[in-house]
């Protein structure tokens, strides 16, 4: 048990390793198959280290630079089922590229080598309580990431790909600002050289730092690390990225990059909170800035016609849900931490079926998108289940997350914040709704391409659905300990 | 001695928003990084030590020489125009400079920064070659141009950095000055990219995907 923290170097190195390896690799396939491997051994790796985290309680590396707590132990798990989910649908869905030569060796090496260059990156800033090492991370992955949009180069790609390095750098960078205040902020308790970073140091201290230091900081993080998590207004890198970027890539886009950077907000939000003398001013702005988005995602959702798009302005609409409900504090919280889980397990397999369909139809229009239940009834249905989950219908647990956070709006007093809510959960369910119905079950003609699914392909579909269903009926209580003691990191419930 | 790099820091803003060509923007932009690469060596004084000097050293490095190698290639490759093509012509763009100037030092005068630094204008001169990042960001319509507006917000943060906090971890700053460098250098690729992709490097008219 005191030896766990062996495990976080070994994340780090597992993934630097492997994506060595797969930039060696004798053929695409190879390739490929080294990123799923890969990936789910890195995956459970993760998925001990959560495990060995007891609630409440903190696994830390001598000299107090890695440590995993509640918060960082469930965002691993979740970045895991995330990569895994991503790395097992990419041989399928790159097989025809493998096939004609358009992902050839060259291209697969170096979507290897990006792919687990990210993931070490994303670990990195789970696994780090240095503020400033958590920024590196960060601003790693946006520069990986980058070059994934863009695997197979087309116009629309690199234009993607242009518009999120320039904005998320530009974002990253005001973060880095923002760090340097929080840690100049320290100045007067006493906290000073390596240890002002320390998220640990800067927590236990937190009464003691300079107030308007310390707003002007936390401002500037949330622009900052806001840019990357897609809050808007800061969010017009996200549609062209989702939409353009490789189907395995979008699933790690839309389910984990998002919460990475918002996890960094996360961490700052008690900081910030109990330095302003726990009145809410931190808060506030999370709020402000989750209602604003799942307002825009609504106003977009209703007009789109892409179906990736689509996707991914519905990811617009759930980060700013987590952030409300982070916002929200108490139930909130603990809805905002179920509610991620759930949006990020829902999303990569909603885009494991779109990027099958688009493949099976020949287009991104939902338009041609016809009777997908019939014409390829796997990925129809895979479709299909994760967007009525995604909209929040019963009995799935996003239903009961959103419910829970409305409950908690009302019951803090804030009508006003509820009903906007609500306003935006009714119009995004409409507008998906409206899509999803004639794309499962409308007449069109048959495509001609009925691939057979292969028992990984069925595996990747179906125990995510059937995790979504379950989280609806049954929530284990270890599971909701694990909410509840990653609610409890984001601040003191009240 | 700090005080004359410091106005020189400003001066090179002005030249930045007031030139025309693209090759000379990229040469002021490397004057103004070795300036800022100075910066550590100038507000160190007396505890003047090897770490500084290494940072100092790697900053004139990177934002002195290899940046504007890497962009002039960018630029050589490209067979578009050489001039900056403003969506803010020179003169506004001068004047926003001077109110970027104005504002940083109002602001500075609001925040109250506890500073370490030897020079009372370090603050406001960080800010301002931030707001002129951004400014250059937002108002030029080359690709290249907007990498030169990043890599002076980010002169603007590193010189922000050196004043309010002193001692910032080496793997930190280690870490930031890769993680620029990688970043300018994917940009560099990216523009490349985009040049052979598009015939032009105007990001303006990268807008087919909106909505």
Not at chain 1, 38 to 54: D, E, H, Q, S, W
Not at chain 1, 192 to 221: C, M, N, P, Y
Not at chain 2, 106 to 129: E, N, Q, Y
Not at chain 2, 188 to 207: K, V
Request: with cysteine; hydrophobic share 55%.
């Amino acid at each position: 048990m005191t030896q766990a923290w062996v495990l976080i170097p070994a994340i780090l190195i597992l993934p630097a390793l492997l994506a060595v390896a797969g930039m060696l690799s004798r053929s695409a396939r190879v390739a490929l198959g080294i990123c799923a491997a890969g990936t789910v051994a890195t995956g459970a790796l993760m998925a001990a280290l959560a495990a060995l985290v007891p609630h409440g309680a903190a696994v830390t590396v001598p000299g107090g630079w890695l440590r995993v707590d509640s918060l960082s132990a469930l965002h691993l798990v979740v970045m895991a089922i995330v990569f895994c989910l991503g790395a097992l649908q990419a041989p399928g869905y790159f097989r025809h590229g493998v096939a004609d030569g358009s992902f050839d060796r060259r291209t697969a090496r170096r979507y290897a080598g990006l792919w687990f260059g990210s993931l070490a990156a994303m670990a990195a800033v789970l696994l780090s309580n240095n503020l400033g090492l958590m920024w590196v991370g960060i601003e790693a992955t946006t520069l990986l990431t980058a070059f994934l949009i863009c695997v197979t180069t087309t116009p629309g790609s690199l234009e993607a790909m242009w518009k999120y390095l320039l904005m998320c750098s530009v974002g990253v960078a005001l973060a880095f600002t923002g760090t340097l205040l929080l840690a100049a902020s320290a100045g007067r308790t006493g906290i000073h050289g390596t240890e002002a970073l320390l998220w640990t140091s800067l927590a236990a201290s937190a009464r003691g730092l300079d107030v308007q230091l310390v707003k002007a900081g936390f401002v500037f993080i949330v622009i900052g690390y806001g840019t990357k998590a897609g809050l808007a207004p800061m969010h017009n890198w996200l549609p062209d990225a989702h939409s353009q970027a490789p189907a395995p890539v979008s699933a790690v886009f839309s389910g984990f990059l998002l919460n990475a950077a918002l996890y960094c907000i996360l961490r700052c939000l008690p900081v910030a909170e109990a330095a302003t003398g726990d009145a809410g001013w931190a808060r506030g702005i999370l709020v402000a800035a989750g209602l604003v988005s799942i307002l825009t995602a609504a106003a977009f959702v209703v007009v789109q016609r892409d179906l990736k798009r689509l996707l991914a302005y519905s990811s617009l609409e759930h980060i700013g849900i987590v952030t409300l409900g982070a916002g929200i504090g108490g139930v909130g919280a603990f809805a905002a931490m179920y509610h991620m889980v759930l949006h990020s397990i829902a999303k990569s397999t909603a885009f494991t079926g779109a990027g099958r369909l688009i493949e099976i139809f020949g287009g991104n229009d939902m338009k041609r998108i016809r009777g997908s239940l019939s014409a390829a009834p796997l990925w129809g249905t895979c479709l299909l289940v994760s967007l009525l989950a995604l909209v929040g219908t019963a009995p799935f647990g996003l239903f009961f997350s959103e419910f829970m956070m409305l409950r908690a709006a009302f019951d803090a007093g804030s009508y006003a914040v509820g009903a906007a809510f609500l306003a935006g959960l009714s119009i995004v369910f409409i507008g998906v709704l409206r899509h999803a119905i004639p794309m499962a079950w409308a007449p069109g003609e048959k495509p001609a391409n009925p691939h057979v699914p292969g028992i990984v392909e069925w595996l990747i579909v179906a125990l995510p659905l059937a995790a979504l269903l379950l989280s609806g009926l049954w929530m284990p209580s270890f599971v909701r300990e694990a909410f509840a003691a990653a609610a409890s990191v984001t601040g003191v419930l009240p | 001695m700090l005080d004359i790099v410091l106005v020189a820091l400003i001066l090179s803003n002005f030249v930045l928003l007031g030139s025309s060509r693209l090759s000379s923007c990229i040469r002021t932009a490397a004057l103004q990084g070795i300036m800022a690469g100075l910066l550590p060596l100038a507000t160190a004084g007396a505890g003047l030590s090897l770490r500084i000097v290494a940072l100092g050293l790697a900053v004139v490095a990177l934002k002195g020489f290899v940046f504007p190698h890497l962009l002039n290639r960018a630029l050589r490759e490209s067979a578009t125009s050489r001039e900056v093509q403003p969506f803010v012509g020179y003169t506004p763009s001068l004047l926003a400079g001077l109110l970027a100037l104005a504002a940083s030092f109002w602001l500075d005068g609001r925040l109250a920064l506890p500073t370490h630094s030897a020079s009372s204008i370090l603050v406001p001169v960080s800010f301002s070659l931030m707001f002129t990042g951004i400014f250059l960001l937002v108002a030029r319509r080359t690709a290249v141009n907007q990498v030169l507006g990043y890599i002076v917000l980010e002169n603007g943060i590193y010189a922000f950095s050196l004043a309010v906090v002193r001692d910032i971890p080496f793997l930190v700053e280690l870490g930031v000055l890769m993680d620029m460098f990688v970043a300018v250098f994917v940009m560099g690729i990216a523009i490349y990219r985009i040049n052979s992709e598009f015939d032009h490097i105007d990001s303006d008219r990268l807008s087919t995907l909106k909505g």
